[in-house]
């Protein structure tokens, strides 16, 4: 068997669990491939290397290979999402002021109610409400700003890198965060403020994080871009085994990976969080997905949803840069390279957003795939066919 070595990104998040475990439980060896997991300080560095193309592939911010196809914020360099990497698994939490005052109005902490958190917020908030983000082309933003819109809320984005949350908050240079897990609990742990929400309670079932590669890279390499999919594929199933997550805990917790206290990384793995420092904690379930529901599929709907976004916020053509959008989530090339391993595949690659309340069985290469509930916590539906 050939062997290719494939450097791969990552930001110390759960969620870059699937990569981890394709290293180290050897899905990716069995792969033929010697794939190198390359700690990075932040979304920005990451992205650079893999423009540069010091790096082959990344565990990326999914709305991230859309907006740098597109240019924004730094040159343009053609990137796929040639799969998802985890659905869900962020957290908002705000100051310890704060959470007082939106108590102070009668609000009962409920880590799955976004509009009662959004009107306990729109009344107490300071103006500007300072609000970190990992990322200014993050789902932590879409989040957000979904959530908040409309709303008497002077909303002000600060980009924090995800490990230096609590500190914002605790020194004020922030009044509230959305952020990947751990680093949501780290706060807590540290009494700089509380969890308030999740953000499947925004979106029930978002894409969160991508496999993205360079276009070139994978049109000239693609053996290894198809090897990595199988092993990143098989770590995420692999994942999905609740027995299998405590395991996972530990691989993540080493110095080389989050290098934090596995309880800590443990929280996200079960959906079991503690909205406050020494509490019993809250049961989140669908917290953090990796497999169920064709989590990894880059459905074009999500891209499109991303794509017309990006393209109000920055002013381009909406419908010019949806179909770009739609272009960089490679649901052909996962169809191509997983197909033939057996896997149910979705009978379309793209879906209303927001239309699923339940768990629901849908058309599929197998007949055997149940969609998860994907409802915005407003009732809104998008219609990639506009209708």
């Not at 609590?166 to 959305?178: I, N, Q, R, Y």
């Not at 669908?286 to 949803?305: D, E, K, V």
């Amino acid at each position: 068997m050939s062997r290719y070595k494939v450097n791969c990104g990552f930001v110390p998040l759960v969620d870059s669990a699937p990569l981890v475990i394709a290293r180290e439980l050897e899905f990716a060896a069995n792969e033929g491939l010697d794939l190198e997991l390359l700690k990075q300080p932040s979304w920005s560095a990451l992205r650079d290397l893999l423009a540069l193309g010091h790096l082959e592939a990344a565990h990326i911010l999914s709305p991230l290979p859309i907006a740098m196809t597109l240019g924004l914020g730094g040159f343009q360099c053609d990137v796929d999402a040639l799969m998802v990497l985890s659905v869900n698994g962020n957290v908002i939490a705000a100051g310890n002021a704060l959470v007082a005052r939106m108590r102070a109005q009668g609000w009962h902490p409920d880590l799955t109610d976004a509009e009662a958190a959004a009107r306990a917020l729109e009344a107490v908030a300071p103006k500007p409400l300072r609000f970190g983000v990992p990322f200014p082309m993050s789902m932590h933003r879409e989040l957000v700003e979904y959530w908040l819109k409309g709303r008497d809320i002077a909303l002000e984005l600060c980009s924090v890198p995800p490990p230096m949350m609590a500190e914002a908050l605790t020194s004020g240079e922030v009044d509230a965060f959305c952020v990947g897990e751990p680093w949501g609990s780290r706060a807590v742990d540290a009494e700089a403020g509380e969890l308030i929400l999740t953000g499947r309670s925004i979106w029930a079932f978002s894409p969160e994080k991508v496999l993205a590669a360079r276009r070139d890279w994978v049109a000239e390499n693609g053996a290894a871009a198809a090897a990595l999919m199988r092993a990143v594929y098989q770590a995420g199933r692999w994942l999905h085994e609740p027995s299998n997550r405590m395991i996972a805990t530990d691989i993540l917790a080493r110095s080389e990976y989050l290098g934090l206290p596995a309880d800590v990384i443990e929280r996200a793995m079960t959906g079991h969080l503690l909205a406050q420092a020494r509490s019993l904690g809250t049961a989140v379930p669908g917290f953090l997905h990796f497999h169920t529901g064709a989590a990894t599929f880059p459905w074009r709907s999500q891209a499109r949803w991303i794509g017309e976004r990006l393209a109000r916020r920055y002013g381009l053509p909406v419908e010019q840069t949806a179909e770009i959008a739609r272009g960089v989530f490679r649901s052909d090339l996962y169809r191509n390279i997983l197909g033939p391993t057996g896997i149910d595949l979705p009978g379309a690659s793209e879906k209303q957003e927001g239309a699923l309340v339940h768990p629901t069985a849908v058309a599929s290469s197998r007949g055997g795939l149940i969609l998860q509930p994907d409802r915005f916590f407003d009732g809104e539906v998008f219609d990639p066919a506009g209708e």
